[in-house]
């Protein structure tokens, strides 16, 4: 023990609060429960038995038959197989410059940033302090430090303390594991934002390139229609129809017509969202255009196995995340209810000159230890304790919610796979037959034996079928997207030199 009055080093005090910490931390437990991952759902399959494993084909293109391979490897890059270079630099550069993606850049920043500062409760706080005083003394009082019949004088202290709060029963380790917790779940969602950005931006070009395919049928069916119309006008001033005829082909060209502003507004207002998932203005147009001839339609879908999709999916692990934080933070709740202890230490000088603070008698020192525990507080720290609990139930359920939600996307994409290969064959042999119908119509009208009706009802369903059709085909490239979007964008296979900044951020 340091005898009373024997001057202590300021060294001596933080080695002194250092060896508590060190003794603290390897003696104290961490209160509240132990978080353990929840297990995979014990299932082999997404859907039921009655899904083919190969879709239906049809001679168009993108009507290739694809084929589902279960347990395969989804590419980190997986808008490649589109094989189209223009697609492939717009997700390059909207991964470089959409805000959404670097606000969550930033948030994980901040969530490791909050970590570290948590962290620092594990040590000692030193600080130290420097407090010059001018002064008068009441002349009641007599001045030990100057002249008894000096009042006023100038005092000087100086001093180094040390505190600390040591961890006895894992609070502070539990509120880093929270805070772990929550950061960790921040780094998910930012595999989420990346994965939901790169796969709107394949989803807008799939739509540019339905709606370019959907305005040229369009403009087609109006060409069709303008020539019917003419030939009508000729047959009326041969006295071969009546003025009612025309009338009926020039409404029908109306309407035809009328269907092609929505398309092209559709088509500006897309070009908007892609310039917008760019990091753009409307103003500044993206260079790339697409049609669906651009677009390749991949035959072999990888997809993984489905003990493995908690793993993959970053809504799935964000849910975990968030649901480790709240475990953490009942162990939080229960260490509170326990006693709490702190120790300071602080050493320093007093004197009416700055030379003399440590000189002589002056300098003074104090390690001083507190323990507090809570005895009463009308159940404020109770209640805590079960408002962490019921947070840790709702993470619960939130999580199996995110189970639930995931396998539900990957069973709807799988069923929409083999639905709309089959649409798309359907649509091509409707196409095809409302074609032959068209061109037997016009082929008639040529020679004035058949009726405007006829030719209109012809003129409609080849306009319906041709539309469907082009829908159909891209509705086979977005339900691409959505597969690999449902089985999480293989994050996990990006290469070290390819990563999204999280891992910067973490550093």
């Not at 250092?18 to 390897?26: I, P, R």
């Not at 600080?127 to 009082?141: D, E, I, K, L």
């Not at 310039?275 to 035959?299: N, Y």
Request: aromatic fraction near 8%.
């Amino acid at each position: 023990m340091t005898p009373l009055g024997r001057a202590v080093s300021p060294g001596a005090v933080t080695r002194a609060a250092a060896s508590l910490t060190a003794v603290a931390l390897l003696t104290g437990c961490a209160v509240g429960p132990d978080f353990k991952r929840p297990a995979a759902p014990p299932v082999d399959s997404y859907a039921r038995p009655s899904l083919s494993s190969t879709t239906a084909a049809v001679d168009v293109p993108g009507g290739d038959a694809q084929r589902l391979v279960p347990g395969g490897e989804i590419p980190h890059d997986w808008w490649t197989l589109f094989e189209s270079p223009g697609l492939n630099a717009l997700v390059e550069r909207a991964l470089r410059a959409n805000p959404t993606l670097v606000a969550a850049q930033q948030s994980l920043r901040q969530a490791m940033a909050l970590v570290s500062a948590q962290r620092g409760l594990f040590f000692p706080t030193l600080q130290g302090s420097f407090s010059p005083s001018y002064q008068r003394t009441s002349a009641t009082f007599s001045n030990p430090l100057t002249d008894p019949n000096q009042f006023t004088y100038t005092l000087y202290t100086a001093q180094v303390s040390v505190g600390f709060t040591p961890d006895v029963f894992g609070a502070n380790r539990r509120e880093v594991e929270a805070l772990l917790g929550l950061a960790e779940a921040q780094r998910f969602q930012l595999e989420a934002a990346s994965m939901t950005l790169t796969s709107n931006v394949v989803a807008a070009a799939v739509q540019e390139a339905s709606l370019q395919a959907q305005i040229a049928a369009t403009r087609e069916i109006i060409s069709i229609s303008t020539r019917s119309l003419d030939l009508v006008r000729r047959q009326l001033q041969l006295g071969a129809v009546a003025g009612l005829d025309v009338a009926a082909q020039e409404a029908a060209l109306a309407q035809v017509e009328q269907t092609l502003p929505p398309l092209q507004k559709q088509l500006e207002q897309n070009r908007n969202l892609l310039a917008a998932l760019l990091g753009r203005l409307p103003s500044d147009d993206p260079e790339e255009h697409f049609d669906l001839a651009s677009l390749h339609l991949p035959t072999d879908l990888p997809v993984s196995v489905p003990s493995r999709l908690v793993e993959q999916r970053p809504d799935v692990r964000a849910a975990e995340a968030q649901l480790h934080a709240a475990s953490a933070q009942v162990g939080v709740a229960v260490a509170s209810q326990l006693p709490q202890f702190t120790i300071t230490g602080a050493y320093g000088g007093t004197s009416t000159s700055v030379g003399s603070m440590f000189a002589n008698s002056n300098p003074f020192w104090i390690i001083a230890g507190n323990l507090s525990h809570t005895i009463f507080d009308f159940g404020t720290l109770f209640y805590r304790r079960r408002a962490a609990e019921a947070a840790f139930e709702q993470a619960a359920a939130q999580y199996r919610g995110a189970v639930i939600t995931g396998f539900q996307n990957v069973a709807d994409v799988l069923y929409a796979l083999q639905a709309d290969a089959e649409s798309l064959k359907a649509a091509v042999a409707a196409e095809r037959a409302a074609k032959g119908t068209l061109d037997i119509t016009l082929k008639q009208q040529e020679f004035g034996s058949v009726s405007y009706l006829a030719l209109l009802s012809a003129r409609q369903a080849y306009q319906q079928a041709l539309i469907t059709r082009i829908q159909a085909q891209a509705s086979r490239l977005a339900d691409t997207t959505a597969l690999f979007q449902a089985l999480g964008g293989g994050w996990w296979n990006r290469p070290p030199a390819a990563r999204t900044t999280g891992e910067a951020a973490e550093r």
